[in-house]
């Protein structure tokens, strides 16, 4: 390029956002009045489209938190999901024995795609809920109904 | 490997809270997209070429981020926190008028088609180089150089049209 010669827009553009230095652009602007008006606008427009960005910073301790958050390691929500499963089997099988033989012989071909949604509505509870309470919750709840279970047998005799 | 994503955040964390600032309109939301964008590259430091600098891969996470949040929220905040605009020393008078053009001005580039919006939001909050912009967005840099003037002039027509430029 010579420089008598008109840079394009977008190399004036580039010029204004400090991308391109070649000294004969620089030179051509400062001599072509249409080039340097045309540089100005953009300038311009620059000036206030700089006025997007602002002075806001991330809070003092981000870093901090977000180490914290690569440390803990996740609570697997599979495991978690069985263990409740088995405390309700369990619970069921305090409750009556007979259903849970009856479960494994007959209901369990009618009612498996209720115990996978079971599964899976506990393994997503376990990922939104810190899944130590739902497990502490469900242990509370079958040791309780063990308690009332063994109280009601000694009432009955 | 910490270490490496501590300077990361040092290096390019405001920058990156402020484009996704932008993008949510609300500083607990930027907050929570600007740490999943540095968890993900912390679970994908695999994958980052470490002869590079970090900042167009971590734009590229915070936009791909923005985009997904873009979507589940339909769109643009209406408007920004008032303490997104920047502060100057004017009078109330010019304080007001600047707080009107800033708002305008946030208008406008919300009505900008995504493919400008996000050159220009790079370059002017993300800080960008045109080469990192290539970078980010996978692109040539005379698409980058062309979206970045064509969402220029719409950004001024627009601002001329509602008297603010």
């Given at each position: 390029?010579?420089?008598?010669?008109?840079?394009?827009?977008l190399?004036?553009?580039?010029?204004?956002?400090?991308?391109?230095?070649?000294?004969?652009?620089?030179?051509?602007?400062q001599d072509?009045?249409k080039?340097r008006?045309?540089?100005?606008?953009?300038?311009?427009?620059i000036?206030?489209?700089?006025?997007?960005?602002?002075d806001?910073?991330?809070?003092i301790?981000?870093?901090?938190?977000?180490?914290?958050?690569?440390?803990?390691?996740?609570?697997p929500?599979?495991?978690?999901?069985a263990?409740?499963s088995?405390?309700?089997?369990?619970?069921?099988?305090?409750?009556?024995?007979?259903?849970?033989?009856?479960?494994?012989s007959?209901?369990?071909?009618?009612?498996?795609?209720?115990?996978?949604?079971?599964?899976?509505?506990?393994?997503?509870?376990?990922?939104?809920?810190?899944?130590?309470?739902?497990?502490?919750?469900m242990?509370?709840?079958?040791?309780?109904e063990?308690?009332?279970?063994?109280?009601?047998?000694?009432?009955?005799? | 490997?910490?270490?490496?994503?501590?300077?990361?955040?040092?290096?390019?964390?405001?920058?990156?809270?402020?484009?996704?600032?932008?993008?949510?309109?609300?500083h607990?939301?930027?907050?929570d997209?600007?740490?999943?964008?540095?968890?993900?590259?912390?679970?994908?430091?695999?994958?980052?070429?470490?002869?590079?600098p970090?900042?167009?891969?971590?734009?590229?996470?915070?936009?791909?981020?923005?985009?997904?949040?873009?979507?589940?929220?339909?769109?643009?905040p209406?408007?920004?926190?008032?303490?997104?605009?920047?502060?100057?020393?004017?009078?109330?008078?010019?304080?007001?008028?600047?707080?009107?053009?800033?708002?305008?001005?946030?208008?406008?580039l919300?009505?900008?088609?995504p493919i400008?919006?996000?050159?220009?939001?790079?370059?002017?909050?993300?800080e960008?180089?045109?080469?990192e912009?290539?970078?980010?967005?996978?692109?040539?840099?005379?698409?980058?150089?062309?979206?970045?003037?064509?969402?220029?002039?719409?950004?001024?027509?627009?601002?001329?049209?509602?008297?603010?430029?």
């Open positions: 390029m010579n420089k008598s010669q008109c840079p394009d827009a190399t004036i553009q580039a010029v204004a956002d400090g991308e391109e230095n070649d000294l004969i652009i620089t030179e051509h602007l072509c009045s080039c008006e045309t540089y100005l606008d953009v300038q311009r427009i000036s206030v489209a700089e006025g997007l960005s602002s806001a910073r991330l809070p301790g981000f870093y901090k938190v977000l180490s914290g958050r690569i440390e803990s390691k996740p609570f929500a599979f495991l978690v999901a263990i409740i088995a405390l309700a089997f369990i619970s069921v099988y305090l409750l009556n024995p007979t259903y849970l033989e009856w479960w494994f007959v209901g369990m071909t009618r009612q498996f795609g209720f115990y996978i949604d079971m599964f899976f509505d506990l393994f997503f509870l376990s990922r939104s809920i810190n899944p130590l309470w739902v497990i502490t919750v242990t509370a709840m079958v040791v309780l063990f308690l009332i279970l063994s109280k009601l047998k000694t009432v009955e005799g | 490997m910490q270490k490496l994503l501590q300077g990361m955040v040092e290096t390019y964390g405001d920058r990156i809270y402020r484009l996704v600032l932008r993008y949510t309109g609300d607990t939301q930027a907050q997209l600007t740490q999943e964008t540095f968890l993900r590259a912390y679970k994908h430091m695999d994958s980052y070429d470490r002869s590079k970090a900042g167009p891969w971590l734009f590229k996470i915070a936009g791909n981020l923005c985009r997904n949040w873009l979507r589940d929220n339909r769109e643009l209406a408007d920004l926190n008032e303490d997104l605009y920047q502060s100057t020393d004017s009078g109330p008078e010019e304080l007001y008028l600047e707080k009107e053009g800033a708002r305008e001005l946030s208008r406008v919300r009505a900008l088609p400008y919006r996000e050159v220009i939001l790079l370059k002017h909050v993300g960008l180089s045109y080469a912009i290539c970078e980010t967005l996978d692109l040539e840099i005379t698409l980058v150089k062309n979206r970045l003037y064509r969402g220029r002039i719409m950004l001024r027509e627009a601002l001329e049209k509602g008297g603010y430029y």
